[in-house]
């Protein structure tokens, strides 16, 4: 098997992905092999909605190379999915330190942000997201901002 060559593009296959354009990350895709794939892999774990995911992305809705196409798209399907998870267990926790630093019941501290009981432990637990306005809200209570109750 010959090594993988970019083409018209200032770029070598041996530089970082992140510096990848579109037409390297094409070529890698059509041409390339386990270890190319695998370098696109792991910044797509280290960034999931980063650059190389964008541009992986965009080259996946017109170029389907078999295999490797399903492959990598499943992968930046996981990987997104793991830090949506992480992402809503930290806000929960958040949550929870939230209600804890304001000295109230959860039923007077939801009271005060203007949700109710049920609603807040949906928030607590993870299941539900708050807006980034009632995030704001939970953090005034919980530090006791008197302009805010």
């Given amino acids: 098997m010959s090594a993988l060559v970019f083409r018209n593009v200032d ?81 929960a926790a958040e949550i929870d330190r939230l209600v804890r630093a304001s000295g109230l019941s959860r039923a007077d501290f939801a009271l005060r942000v203007g949700t109710s009981a049920s609603r807040l432990s949906t928030y607590v637990t993870g299941k539900v997201t708050p807006s980034a306005a009632l995030m704001v809200r939970m953090r005034s209570v919980a530090n006791g901002d008197q302009r805010r109750r």
């Fill in 11 to 91: 770029v070598a296959p041996g530089d970082p992905v992140s510096d990848w354009p579109l037409e390297a990350i094409q070529t890698a895709l059509e041409r390339g092999g386990l270890e190319h794939w695998r370098r696109l892999a792991d910044a797509i774990r280290l960034e999931p909605w980063g650059p190389v995911a964008r541009r992986l992305e965009e080259v996946l809705s017109y170029s389907r190379p078999y295999g490797v196409a399903n492959a990598l798209g499943r992968a930046i399907s996981r990987v997104r999915s793991a830090a949506e998870a992480a992402e809503r267990n930290a806000v």
